[in-house]
């Protein structure tokens, strides 16, 4: 498990992610991450959910 931070960015809240969980994600600066709520909390992922009504996620 790893603490995330969070800062604030010109009146926004960003998330600080260790290197190592980018690393894990296979993401750099500037990548894309997406948030996904489901029946067991949130999903972070480097791959896009399926649209709403499926059940995998999709490249």
Same mark, same amino acid.
Do not use: C, N, W
């Given at each position: 498990?790893?603490?995330?931070?969070?800062?604030?960015?010109? #009146?926004?809240? &960003?998330?600080?992610?260790?290197?190592?969980?980018?690393?894990?994600? &296979?993401?750099?600066? &500037? #990548?894309?991450?997406?948030?996904?709520?489901? =029946?067991? &909390?949130?999903?972070?992922?480097?791959?896009?959910?399926?649209?709403? #009504?499926?059940?995998?996620?999709? =490249?």
């Amino acid at each position: 498990m790893a603490q995330l931070e969070l800062i604030d960015v010109e #009146g926004e809240t &960003g998330v600080l992610l260790p290197d190592e969980v980018l690393s894990r994600l &296979g993401v750099t600066t &500037g #990548g894309e991450l997406f948030l996904a709520e489901t =029946p067991a &909390g949130y999903l972070l992922s480097s791959v896009k959910p399926a649209p709403e #009504g499926k059940d995998s996620l999709v =490249p």
